[in-house]
């Protein structure tokens, strides 16, 4: 089955940037929609960004829009999410999600879009 797998959480310091990685196995990562949500302690889990199957399209939340990057590596079936200039806010439960798409031009932002969950990599900002 399809497994995904997060990792490069950890603890930083406010202004400081992190990459945090995905890795897809038991699918066909190039057919997949992919996205990053998170979540914090009795908040429902929010949308950050998404990329198409070919990471020419790329779409963002507006906390996230010119200080993250989505990114992904269908070689190594690899989704990555650049975060700079982090602060207080982005203390979060951080999960990757996929879906299949050849959509270029369709962008997946609810949680209900996706099929398969990572089981998330914890990002702590200290200020």
């Known amino acids: 089955q399809v497994q995904l797998k997060e990792s490069g959480g950890g603890l930083v310091q406010a202004g400081d940037s992190l990459r945090i990685s995905c890795v897809v196995s038991?699918?066909?990562?190039?057919?997949?929609?992919m996205g990053w949500f998170r979540q914090t302690p009795g908040k429902e889990r929010e949308f950050v960004a998404t990329?198409?199957?070919?990471?020419?399209?790329?779409s963002y939340a507006d906390p996230a829009r010119g200080r993250f990057t989505i990114s992904r590596d269908n070689d190594k079936n690899t989704l990555y999410l650049q975060m700079d200039r982090l602060g207080a806010q982005g203390t979060a439960v951080y999960y990757c999600?996929?879906?299949?798409?050849?959509?270029?031009?369709?962008?997946?932002?609810?949680?209900?879009?996706?099929?398969?969950w990572g089981q998330g990599t914890q990002v702590t900002v200290s200020s």
């Open positions: 990329i198409v199957w070919n990471g020419n399209g790329k």
């Open positions: 999600a996929a879906r299949p798409s050849y959509s270029s031009t369709y962008y997946y932002t609810r949680t209900g879009d996706y099929e398969f």
């Open positions: 038991g699918g066909a990562f190039s057919m997949y929609a």
